[in-house]
């Protein structure tokens, strides 16, 4: 019997062998056909339509690759991008146009709104050359996800939790939209009390006036909060990238007893595209990041000002209060995620200093030395406009910013 049982072992092809083997490396890929989500456009299709409703996206562009749009979708697209970009700009001339006829007492109020549209115009600008075709790197870093990353993670095995991230997107999508209620119910409470003229100025105040003012800054709250949950979101998928690749490559070192393992140059090559795609994306994010730090640190240290040193009533109180944390909150999220992303890419030096280099070939070394070499060189991460890399470090300095502001008001 024990003579049977060798031979039909023994009897195995090559191509049973490789079956096992293969079955137990895509065992990562092996769930249901729902929860294989790999296309980041499938992972982020609801904030992407959440983000076109906002104007900055087209609808004809969140078709996966190889889904053909329509040019009738693609032309009402663009029309209705047109649209919320044109609504914005008349806000802006609006409150501009204010100044001329609201009386004192309006003046700051007029300075904290012109300012707001303003910065929710250069975030449409913005939109338009991140989806542009020519000037932007939506797509591309979409592409470079779906036929470089997930390829790579799927031939090495790597565990990517997409369905759990998608779950995510759905939830931060859906508390946008819950901010997006309070600020429109916080507006049609705020045009009852007062009585509407400053919303309409300089035209009269009446039921179609102040309909067409609600629907026209209904549009600004959106184009406000909608993109920021996108970066948010888009943000945290890299990471999880980057942290599904360092879990995959700390395990085979503690399992190799830390020695170098046989994948290891396939491993820095996906870590190296991954950061390309990090360096593509910056090309837009970075001027993402740059409006937002820009207008949302002017904005809330205005806004603190208000609460500090003017008489308010309770509701303008509780109003400013909650613009001032929404503009925290604008800055501080795609800011930690940003640092994260950053946190991430480096997380791989920690393990790498505890390669056994003994009896490695040159090969190999070389492939080591080139990897420290990345992870110790240029910092891998989101910037503001290149000036700036986000980091922790980073998000410190800004919340030293706001601690000494709102120290000096409080003793003037």
């Not at 705020?190 to 309909?211: D, H, K, M, R, V």
Request: aromatic letters at 16%.
């Amino acid at each position: 019997m024990k003579d049977i049982f060798i031979v039909k072992m023994a009897g195995k092809t090559k191509v049973e062998k490789f079956e096992i083997k293969d079955q137990k490396m895509h065992s990562a890929w092996s769930d249901d056909s729902d929860k294989n989500v790999t296309s980041l456009k499938q992972i982020l299709k609801l904030m992407l339509y959440g983000l076109a409703i906002a104007g900055n996206y087209s609808f004809s562009d969140i078709n996966s690759a190889g889904e053909n749009s329509s040019s009738i979708k693609s032309v009402l697209s663009k029309i209705y991008r047109t649209y919320v970009f044109i609504s914005i700009l008349i806000m802006v001339i609006k409150f501009i146009a204010g100044f001329f006829y609201l009386p004192t007492d309006y003046f700051y109020f007029s300075i904290l709104c012109a300012v707001w549209s303003t910065y929710i115009l250069c975030i449409q600008l913005y939109s338009m050359k991140a989806t542009s075709s020519k000037y932007g790197h939506y797509e591309k870093v979409f592409k470079i996800w779906d036929q470089k990353i997930m390829p790579e993670f799927k031939e090495l095995g790597i565990e990517y939790p997409s369905f759990k991230l998608r779950k995510g997107v759905i939830i931060v999508l859906v508390i946008a939209f819950i901010l997006v209620v309070c600020n429109t119910a916080g507006l049609g409470v705020q045009i009852y009390i007062s009585g509407g003229y400053f919303y309409t100025a300089p035209f009269e105040s009446n039921p179609y006036t102040l309909t067409a003012y609600f629907i026209l800054v209904t549009a600004e709250i959106l184009a406000w909060i909608i993109p920021v949950a996108f970066v948010i979101s888009l943000t945290k998928l890299i990471q999880e990238a980057f942290n599904s690749l360092n879990k995959y490559k700390s395990k085979l070192c503690e399992q190799n007893g830390c020695k170098m393992v046989e994948n290891f140059q396939k491993i820095r090559m996906l870590h190296l595209n991954l950061s390309k795609l990090v360096s593509d994306l910056d090309e837009d994010l970075g001027w993402f990041y740059a409006i937002i730090f820009t207008f949302n640190i002017g904005l809330s240290v205005f806004t603190l000002y208000q609460i500090i040193k003017r008489t308010l009533t309770t509701f303008e109180l509780v109003l400013y209060v909650f613009w001032f944390l929404c503009g925290l909150a604008s800055i501080g999220l795609p800011a930690i995620h940003a640092a994260l992303v950053n946190d991430a890419a480096h997380a791989p030096l920690d393990s790498i200093y505890y390669i056994n280099v003994q009896d490695i070939t040159v090969e190999k070394l070389a492939q080591l030395n080139l990897f420290l070499s990345k992870l110790t060189g240029t910092q891998v991460g989101f910037s503001t406009c290149g000036l700036l890399i986000i980091t922790k470090e980073f998000i410190l300095t800004i919340a030293g910013v706001f601690l000494t502001y709102f120290a000096v008001l409080y003793t003037l």
